[in-house]
């Protein structure tokens, strides 16, 4: 049966219960991940390399996430991560070569989706240029607007699936030593 542990119960392979108090009241919450009995057997897909390059069916959540790219009161929005990062003295050149061998290393990185719905790994795609914007010696101003409209192009940008690439990164050298990487 249920027995305590930190933060609240366990039983079986992962059962949690707990609270926790937030706002002025007291919210409850309930998780509980089983490991199906060894004899059930997921479906897999192994590629070999001989036929990596031909289109595959999409997983069923890519699959959603792609129907719900369509227009409609509900679709519109991609998928996709946004971030910023600012660093010291960042090598432009260093992390163009760094993000290349992460290209040719990574499949999913040359992936599209073909108008069919079947995702294809691209063979050779032409080298990625991360684009770099110059901002030294500019006013804060200027080099406040610049940030918030890098900021509102690719927080909320849906990119053409079955154009490679479908990723974006920017700098912006915002003095001698500072770079902020979207």
Same mark, same amino acid.
């Given at each position: 049966?249920?027995?305590? %542990? =930190? ?43 001989? #036929? ?23 679709? $519109? ?9 600012? %660093?010291? !003295? ?25 108008? !069919? $719905?079947?995702m294809k790994i691209l #063979? ?14 500019r006013p804060a101003e ?5 940030? #918030? ?5 690719? %927080? ?5 699936? !079955?154009?490679?690439?479908?990723? !974006?990164?920017? =700098?912006?050298?915002? #003095? ?7």
């Open positions: 049966g249920p027995r305590p %542990s =930190a933060g609240g119960w366990r039983c079986g392979r992962v059962c949690l219960c707990g609270w926790s108090a937030t706002g002025g009241g007291v919210g409850f919450f309930f998780l509980m991940i089983r490991r199906p009995p060894r004899s059930t057997r997921f479906p897999y897909t192994t590629l070999f390399r001989s #036929d990596k390059y031909i289109p595959f069916p999409l997983t069923d959540i890519q699959e959603t996430y792609w129907l719900g790219r369509g227009s409609g009161e509900l679709g $519109g929005i991609g998928c996709h991560l946004y971030m910023e990062v600012e %660093s010291i !003295d960042v090598e432009l050149n260093r992390l163009a070569q760094a993000w290349q061998a992460m290209i040719e290393r990574h499949d999913m990185l040359r992936a599209v989706i073909l108008q !069919d $719905g079947q #063979d050779e795609v032409p080298s990625y240029a991360i684009g770099v914007t110059d901002l030294q010696g200027v080099i406040a607007a610049a940030l #918030d409209e890098t900021r509102r192009v690719m %927080s909320h940008r849906v990119y053409p699936l !079955d154009t490679w690439p479908m990723f !974006d990164i920017r =700098a912006l050298r915002l #003095d001698a030593h500072r770079t902020r990487i979207h």
